[in-house]
């Protein structure tokens, strides 16, 4: 995967590639109001397929929602421009060599692109003309922003951020920008205010999966586009337009793109924006400011990618955690060999855990991989369990892991760490929202979990009761017929 392959260059694309390798589903008629989130919530638990909802009653044919997307290894791999039959960790091992070799395109403005096609200004403009789906049945309302990627420029030096946060329609004509303390988006946000000015938004619903992908993982950092990061993962520039009413440049070929300002003070309206189901199984609520939309911009037809938090849905949002890869890089980065496998999660328990596997060749080795991993920027989302396994350990498998820290890790070897940055308001403990300074900036613990049989007995290490695989595939063959 260390050239680029990738067989679509937008959503539509994408969806063409999902439905050719017989991964996407229609679904007509299905109700905006709950029914389209459970139909998500169910079928991912039978099924992989993407899901395409049409005929979403009270909207016109053709103005269409989708989800479940990347959940299946097979489109999650079509994103990635991966080779189809790689397993998962293989699969994260790939891409981290993609990420080794990527160098950011800059964006090209092309004027106008299918995006352009309506664009809706005044009362034209309400966000009720499109069918946000009420994804969990408690939440608070309608989220038209849950895989999408919001436009944000810097006003200092002028570069321009994209990063996904969810966000609500409150009304016709205004919708909740949810980004957290510590995204770049709300650092923006602060400086507009400070001088009194609003602040230009602009949200994309609906786009090249590699630019939900770049906005919604921190592979850029301050000063960096996820525009660009996603040109160069791809080997050509992402083609933008110009906003219609902010002037940000937005994707040519996104499907619905809403623009708006926040008011600064004291018109800024700040309000809860959940509850919101989320990953953890629980709603979750934040407050978080009300965007005015001035215009919105769409395709004919257009298609929202929904990306909401379901409990099938794990690793989230997509079938390996992407974000894993980064950490790989860092750990061969650091000169910690051996490293066999990086994945974020234990079984449906996403991301707080972080698992790392190992072939030890000197005491010491797991603690160094667990510090080194626990610290860096790609793990600031989650990981605030690092575990360390021998490379025996599957670690796509919750099972192996527990076992591992079972029969493996002694009292001694799980450290806590405290007053670690994190990017998400969660972690292990009560003191997970610890705030600092002015921009409260979020604060977690990190648990290191060395469940490696410890280095220095290696001699005694018990001798594993698990059948060589090939006599194992030879008894299963023999006695298929007439046990199974
Ligand atoms: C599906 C999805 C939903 C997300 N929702 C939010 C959110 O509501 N608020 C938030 O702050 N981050 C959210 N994130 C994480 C950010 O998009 C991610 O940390 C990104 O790197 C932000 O970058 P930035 O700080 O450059 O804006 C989400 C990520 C994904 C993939």
């Not at 527990?402 to 070897?413: P, S």
């Not at 998400?424 to 705030?435: D, F, Q």
Request: hydrophobic fraction near 40%; charge should be negative; include cysteine.
């Amino acid at each position: 995967m260390t050239s680029a392959a990738f067989s679509y260059s937008d959503l539509r694309g994408w969806i063409h590639e999902a439905e050719r390798i017989g991964k996407l589903k229609r679904v007509a008629g299905a109700h905006w109001d709950k029914e389209i989130g459970c139909i998500s919530e169910l079928m991912a638990e039978r099924d992989t397929s993407a899901l395409l909802f049409d005929e979403i009653p009270g909207y016109p044919k053709g103005f269409r929602v989708l989800s479940n997307a990347f959940i299946d290894l097979k489109t999650t791999g079509l994103v990635l421009g991966a080779a189809e039959d790689l397993s998962r960790v293989e699969m994260v091992d790939a891409w981290r060599q993609r990420l080794k070799a990527v160098t950011p395109l800059c964006s090209v403005d092309v004027g106008v692109g299918p995006v352009t096609e309506h664009v809706l200004t005044g009362p034209e403009a309400d966000l009720l003309r499109f069918p946000a789906p009420l994804w969990h049945e408690k939440d608070a309302g309608r989220f038209l922003g849950t895989g999408c990627a919001v436009v944000t420029k810097d006003l200092d030096d002028g570069w321009v951020n994209v990063g996904t946060y969810r966000c609500r329609v409150v009304d016709h004509n205004r919708i909740t920008v949810a980004a957290n303390p510590g995204k770049h988006g709300t650092d923006m946000m602060r400086k507009y205010h400070a001088q009194g000015k609003p602040f230009p938004v602009a949200i994309v619903c609906g786009m090249d999966p590699l630019v939900f992908l770049s906005a919604g993982h921190p592979y850029t950092g301050s000063g960096e586009c996820a525009y660009d990061f996603a040109g160069g993962l791809r080997g050509s520039p992402i083609e933008v337009v110009e906003g219609a009413t902010t002037g940000l440049p937005v994707p040519a070929s996104a499907e619905l793109v809403i623009e708006g300002e926040i008011p600064p003070p004291p018109k800024l309206e700040m309000v809860q924006d959940g509850p919101f189901g989320e990953w953890k199984r629980s709603y979750s609520s934040g407050t978080h400011p009300v965007m005015e939309v001035k215009s919105i911009m769409h395709r004919k037809d257009p298609i929202i990618l929904g990306v909401a938090p379901l409990k099938a849905h794990i690793p989230f949002p997509f079938s390996i955690p992407v974000m894993a890869s980064e950490v790989w890089n860092v750990l061969e980065h650091a000169g910690i060999p051996g490293v066999t496998g990086v994945w974020f999660g234990l079984g449906l328990i996403w991301p707080v855990f972080l698992v790392i596997s190992i072939k030890q060749s000197y005491a010491g080795q797991a603690k160094q991989a667990a510090l080194a991993a626990a610290s860096c920027r790609a793990n600031t989302v989650g990981g605030m369990y690092v575990v360390v396994v021998d490379d025996d350990i599957d670690i796509t498998n919750e099972k192996d892991v527990l076992l591992a820290v079972a029969a493996r890790a002694t009292i001694e070897d799980i450290q806590v760490l405290h007053g670690m940055i994190t990017k998400a308001p969660m972690g292990p403990g009560s003191r997970r929202h610890r705030a600092a300074g002015e921009n409260r900036q979020l604060l977690s613990n990190r648990v290191l979990i060395d469940a490696c049989w410890p280095f220095a007995r290696r001699d005694e290490f018990p001798v594993s009761t698990a059948f060589d695989q090939a006599y194992a595939h030879q008894v299963l063959e023999k006695w298929r017929g007439s046990l199974l």
